[in-house]
């Protein structure tokens, strides 16, 4: 085993530096990764449709007004699932609208961001949006201003083949083969006063029961997703999640969670700390699903959607600026920071360390709002700091989550007590022959020296240390320097006898790779 204290440079790192150990364990897996986890979101709400996904007066538009560059930033990030349309925007949005001829659609006051709406992009763009950037579409229905009949016929003019009203509907307006949607939400948030159409617990329970129910008889081969609350803090959480689940309990597969997480304190520890927040908020879920469960002897297992989840602040004070009734409006265009980067690097891991649960998650969202890609107007494309956290944990971060025991130093925050310098854990690809460690130091004075027992990994070498560390926490990228702050390839660990001892910047994060090399030393 490799000596904590003998590791480092002349400097004697090893005094300087917090040190943690983490074991790690071949047969001690959490779950595996579905790999819809690592998901996204596109909204009609601001520039991240039109803008974003569609900008027909591009040069970098494709015959069907697609962004060929957003796209591949899109196949870059293997975004394995999008939802669309909404959010808050399709509790009062008419799907027929945004289908059939471009030049009879209706343009519309949408009451969500008090935008107008030109419905030029609608189910079907998206749908074939989704196939050439080689993702999956999870659509929302209305059940703010409408309900079961609308979203049965959705699902009739998406997934039924012909013969039908809403097939042939689909079939004139040029796509012969039926949609094949899987994924659908039932509605949005609507616990949420700001809602349009907002509800009671019991009453959208009933409405969300007898849609799903009659979705499900359109095509039984579909999958649901209850709304849960809007974020931990709503005052009928998680009674609501009960009473929902209550009704809909066989009638649905998923719950969804939504959270955002923001620093308007300017208080970097504390910020940092709130990814426990989401650890917390998951297991509060989890138990509200398993009890309802045990009320009702049921076999089946709830399991969850976290369809929307970010770091959401930054453009607060612009969008109170802005015109009302504008389409496509510079709204909600957070510039993200470094210091938002690790958050998301800690969010990621509080979805992966509950894979056995959360088997949907739809960063919010994809182009332009709140987003890892920007698309500038009449320009290219650029990446923001939390583009390269997700980048990782896509590629990385598919396979057998192990349940890695790290024993880290701790620190107290305004709001939080005990919270663990290191965030680490292991991501085991086996049939890849791979092994994946993500971390996020958080501390705020220096490095972690941090030693991986991996005993039952000893024919394993590392192959590549992924830095992403940056000396201003506040620093961004933008169109004019689009690489301000980027990760970096650094030393390989040492590893000796399944002991990796590896150094982790102060406020970092860090993937370390390792591969199968042969048969394991006596």
Same mark, same amino acid.
């Given at each position: ?63 069907? +007004? ?20 909404? +959010?808050?925007?399709?509790? +009062? ?430």
């Amino acid at each position: 085993m490799i000596s904590l204290y003998a590791y480092g440079t002349k400097e004697g790192l090893g005094f300087m530096h917090k040190k943690a150990v983490v074991t790690v364990h071949r047969d001690s897996v959490v779950g595996q990764t579905d790999d819809r986890l690592f998901g996204s979101f596109i909204e009609h709400i601001g520039r991240a449709v039109y803008g974003g996904l569609y900008d027909p007066g591009s040069a970098q538009a494709d015959g069907s +007004g697609f962004r060929k560059d957003v796209m591949e930033l899109v196949r870059e990030l293997r975004v394995p699932v999008v939802r669309y349309p909404g +959010g808050n925007f399709v509790s +009062g949005y008419n799907w027929e609208d945004g289908v059939g001829p471009v030049e009879k659609r209706p343009k519309r006051t949408e009451l969500a961001w008090f935008a107008v709406e030109n419905n030029t992009f609608g189910t079907d763009e998206f749908v074939k949006w989704c196939g050439l950037a080689g993702t999956e579409p999870m659509l929302a229905v209305n059940l703010g201003t409408k309900g079961a009949d609308s979203a049965r016929n959705l699902v009739e003019y998406c997934n039924h083949p012909r013969g039908t009203r809403y097939s042939d509907m689909r079939r004139a307006n040029g796509y012969e083969s039926p949609h094949g949607v899987r994924l659908w939400c039932l509605g949005n948030e609507m616990d949420g006063p700001w809602q349009i159409g907002h509800k009671t617990m019991h009453e959208y329970a009933r409405v969300a029961h007898e849609t799903a129910k009659v979705m499900k008889w359109v095509d039984p081969s579909i999958e649901l997703v209850a709304c849960g609350s809007s974020n931990s803090g709503m005052p009928t959480f998680p009674k609501w999640e009960t009473a929902v689940l209550e009704e809909t309990y066989e009638s649905v597969d998923y719950i969804s969670m939504h959270i955002y997480l923001e620093n308007m304190e300017n208080d970097l520890k504390n910020f940092l700390a709130k990814s426990l927040i989401m650890d917390d908020y998951i297991n509060s879920v989890v138990a509200a699903c398993d009890y309802v469960k045990a009320v009702k002897r049921s076999k089946k297992r709830i399991n969850i959607s976290f369809d929307e989840w970010n770091v959401w602040y930054h453009s607060f004070d612009d969008n109170k600026k802005l015109e009302r009734w504008q389409e496509g409006p510079e709204f909600n265009e957070d510039m993200y920071t470094f210091e938002d980067a690790l958050l998301v690097g800690s969010m990621l891991m509080s979805l992966l360390r509950r894979c056995d649960r959360v088997k949907i998650a739809c960063l919010a969202q994809l182009v332009n709002v709140i987003a890892p890609i920007m698309a500038v107007s009449g320009g290219g494309v650029w990446k923001q700091t939390i583009f390269h956290p997700y980048l990782h944990a896509s590629l990385y971060g598919r396979g057998a989550v192990l349940d890695a025991k790290a024993d880290t130093p701790l620190y107290d925050s305004k709001d939080f007590t005990d919270i663990p310098v290191l965030d680490t854990l292991c991501v085991a690809d086996e049939e890849g022959g791979a092994l994946t460690v993500f971390a996020v130091n958080k501390d705020c004075e220096g490095g972690v020296l941090a030693e991986y027992i991996l005993s039952d990994f000893k024919n394993y070498r590392p192959v590549s240390h992924i830095v992403y560390e940056c000396g201003d926490m506040k620093a961004g990228n933008s169109p004019v320097d689009p690489n301000r702050v980027a990760p970096r390839e650094a030393e390989l660990p040492a590893f000796d006898n399944g002991a990796l001892c590896a150094m982790f910047p102060k406020l970092s994060w860090n993937v370390v790779r390792l591969a199968a090399a042969g048969p394991a030393k006596a």
